[in-house]
């Protein structure tokens, strides 16, 4: 088993940043990959980014490329999202997933039905 603990979320201005952490205890040394999921009122869940533990593969959406950057503390055992840049269409409940099983490619990692642990989400907001 593996616990996920997302922190850093919050309001901020359009063209600010935030720094989302997620941190996983438990069963840790399984962990294949990990990524971020982030769903908006009356949308649905939507892939951000994610990373192989590696740190070799490394995945972002379109709407988030250049903007977003995903990276890992293997020592800590926590997933970072730096978000740059800021518009107010991120705003939306920011959720960290975990894969504990390889996959036959690592792209995989972009669709949620491949998660099989997730933390409870931290809100972010971004005012116009």
């Known amino acids: 088993q593996a616990q996920l603990a997302e922190s850093g979320g919050g309001l901020v201005q359009a063209g600010g940043s935030l720094r989302l952490s997620c941190a996983a205890s438990?069963?840790?040394?399984?962990?294949?990959?990990m990524g971020w999921f982030r769903q908006a009122p009356g949308k649905e869940r939507e892939f951000v980014a994610a990373?192989?533990?590696?740190?070799?593969?490394?995945y972002y959406a379109d709407s988030v490329k250049g903007r977003f950057t995903i990276s890992t503390d293997n020592a800590k055992n926590t997933v970072y999202l730096q978000m740059n840049r800021l518009k107010s269409e991120d705003t939306a409940a920011y959720s960290c997933?975990?894969?504990?099983?390889?996959?036959?490619?690592?792209?995989?990692?972009?669709?949620?039905?491949?998660?099989?642990?997730w933390g409870q989400g931290t809100q972010v907001t971004v005012s116009a």
């Open positions: 438990g069963n840790i040394f399984a962990i294949y990959g």
């Open positions: 990373i192989s533990r590696s740190g070799d593969s490394i």
């Open positions: 997933a975990a894969r504990t099983a390889e996959l036959s490619m690592a792209s995989l990692l972009k669709y949620d039905y491949y998660y099989n642990y």
